[in-house]
């Protein structure tokens, strides 16, 4: 039960302190309005900025409430798309920021910075502008500690680089066009002319009658083929079998009830939010007995914040209780 009551406690004081942030909504934007809102916005690359501010905290730190001091950063994150294939996207957190930007024509280009474990901030820019993805980085190169191969691994090295340059000689040299006037030259060796020899004597087997040329068949029967498929004036019982276009071909013909989507319309948010990180647990806020006093500490914490904020200390809200 207590558990229920800080979840709908922390849940007021959620939507109480997104009211206090920035916020932007907007919805059914024409694509034009949604592209133009997409350029206006700032994709520098900022960490979420720390708020001033010394209000306790009261969280759970498994299964017991723990007086905690945190440090306090306004959040941000913001979406945008175009209805068009475009689209921009980013967020700004403590210690990461990232935005990605694709235009309706494919373009895509991204970037993120954050902060490892050792205290280094690493930067990655990347994009792909039609020929392939690219990436540039700070990140540190750990090469691979160099191992000397046994004997039987270097003989399968040498063994394929040896096939390999063999390969690749033989792709170095360009192919000639096999095929003169019709009649497959390529070739002065025995395969070669073991294949002309095969190419003639399958023209042979067109041959109907001394004087027909086998060409004259094969001609005919292209003839034929494509008679086949053409729309011949007269009588339409004539085309029967002819390939006949549908009117719809190609295009998407909804169902019957089926309800339109429409023109395509796009959209843009973006919002600020505080979320905190625990830098020092000073142990359990209220021995088992009085846990019901929570509803306490959060009113208390909740109206020292709002004086900070009506000082100008704070620009953001705060979770005092989650």
Known sequence: ????YLALVALIGFFHHQSLAEETRLL???PNDAQNLIEQQDQTLKYAPKIESDVPAVRFLGEEPHNVLE???LAKQYHGQDGLGGYLYGYQIPHI????QKKPSGDLKGAYNYINGAGQEIKVEYWDNGNGFHQTDNIPQILPKQVEDSPAVQAAKETFLKRWHEEAERNSHPVPY???NGQYTAGSGPQGQQIQGAASGQQNSYSQAPGVAAAHVVQGATSAQQDSYAQAPGNPEDNEGAYKPDDNEGKYVP???EESTGPPKGF???FDYPTGIITQDQGRALPVEKSGDLKNVYEENK???ERQLGQGKATGGQYLIN
Do not use: C, H, S, T
């Open 268 to 270: 843009f948010y973006a």
């Open 255 to 257: 169902e019957e009830g």
């Open 1 to 4: 039960m207590m558990r229920q």
């Open 28 to 30: 059914d934007l024409e």
């Open 178 to 180: 096999p095929y003169v």
């Open 303 to 305: 109206q020292r914040f």
């Open 71 to 73: 440090d306090i950063y």
């Open 97 to 100: 920021a990232k935005n990605e």
